[in-house]
């Protein structure tokens, strides 16, 4: 099966931005469905968006309009372009891994992302 893993975050200004990269090792990555997911400290984990094998894209109202997750099946590779960031956008970013039929127990160690003023 695949297994994820993250990078991209890191310290960043209000205002500006960050891609993050979920890369994927192990066979058919292709046929697999992404997540990403982020929890700050303290607090439950939220859904930021993902991208079916079709690429059908979905967004969580946290972040529409300001991200976007876009997938390159040659590098194994999901993406998460995030613009305008804000204080709040501060939190660890995970990605998650699907099949047709429901999201599975398989996630990225995450990377961390901090946006200050």
């Known amino acids: 099966q695949v297994q994820l893993v993250e990078s991209g975050g890191g310290l960043v200004q209000s205002g500006g931005s960050l891609r993050l990269s979920c890369v994927g090792s192990g066979r058919n990555f292709s046929d697999y469905n992404v997540a990403w997911y982020r929890q700050a400290p303290g607090k439950h984990r939220d859904f930021i968006a993902s991208?079916?094998?079709?690429?059908?894209?979905k967004y969580g109202y946290l972040v529409r309009g300001r991200f976007t997750i876009s997938r390159d099946d040659v590098a194994k590779t999901v993406y998460l372009q995030m613009n305008n960031l804000e204080p709040e956008d501060t939190a660890d970013y995970s990605c998650?891994?699907?099949?047709?039929?429901?999201?599975?127990?398989?996630w990225g160690q995450g990377t961390m992302v901090t946006v200050f003023s």
């Open positions: 998650r891994a699907g099949n047709a039929i429901r999201w599975l127990d398989i």
């Open positions: 991208i079916r094998s079709d690429g059908i894209v």
